[in-house]
Every structure is written in structure tokens, then in C-alpha cells.
């Protein structure tokens, strides 16, 4: 016997609780860098060489464990983004960017939100961020230890030879 199809059913939730957790010795010291000294740590694999940023505490390509702390620059490079066009709780109003961004001296990279694209525009913005612009670090004046204490901002293009032409 056929049963006529029926409207999918949907049930409302909302999962708003209050947590914590320990973050380990390796993010422990990595998100206390980034708050007491304004500085991005990571930590070396001794067998290839590659330093991961955020900080682990081994490598995930070969569980080698990774205890040697290395200091990266505050520039690096775009390597993907995603420009947010839609609003959700908890984050900034929209168009935002947010992007994976390698920093000199590291081989991995790092996750966060960048500014110092027009974004009224998004197909140009979009344009000008696929080129994988130089960007930098900046810190919050009043960090607390997390990865929101700061932000990867846009280098304006000069124009010259290195530069990665004009929007």
C-alpha cells in the first residue's frame, strides 16, 4: 500500500550551552604567545623541517612529535578565502573575507578573517584576492589568548615588480 507523501518533518532546536576545555601544552603556549608577546609561534617537525602554524605538537603527516618552537613572520601570503555573503550568529555582519593565509617561515597555514578589500564590489574582490595577495599580521591592543586576538590585513600593491598588479 502506497502512503501519500507527507511534508518533511522539522524539529526546532537550539544548543546553547556554556563549555570548556583544556587546550593541551602545545596550544596552551601557542595562544599565550600570541596574547603575552604578540607573536605567531609554531612548532618544527625534526625530521622534514616543516614548521606548522597553529603550533601542534606533532605532525599529523607522520606523528613525528614536534618540540622545537619556531618564531614566524608577521606577512605572508593568501593561499584560499571564502567571502561571506550570508549573516550567522555570532559573526561579523557580511561580506566578510575569511582566508588560509601561509606566514613567512611556516609551511602550513592559518586560518583567520582578512581586511583591506573593498568589498563593495565581490566579483572584483574576488578577482584581487585570487591573485594570493601579501598580507600581515595585526594584533588586537587587548588580547585574551585566542585566535581572534588578531587579524591578517591586505598589503596594498605598489605597483612594482613583485607587486601582484592592480585590482
Known sequence: MDMPAAEPLVIPGNWNFDYRYFAGDT???FFAELRDNARIMGTRNPVTGQVMVPA???SDADY???TEWVEVGQEGRLEVFSI???QFPGLP???F???YVTLDGADTAVLNHVTGVDLT???RAARQLLRQPRVR???KDAREGRITDFHFEVIPDTGTATGTGAA
Open 56 to 58: 601542534r605538537s606533532f
Open 137 to 139: 599580521v595585526v594584533f
Open 121 to 123: 564590489d565581490i566579483d
Open 93 to 95: 555582519a557580511p561580506p
Open 84 to 86: 561571506i555573503a550570508t
Open 97 to 99: 573575507i575569511i582566508g
Open 27 to 29: 596550544a596552551t603556549r
Open 64 to 66: 613525528v612529535a614536534a
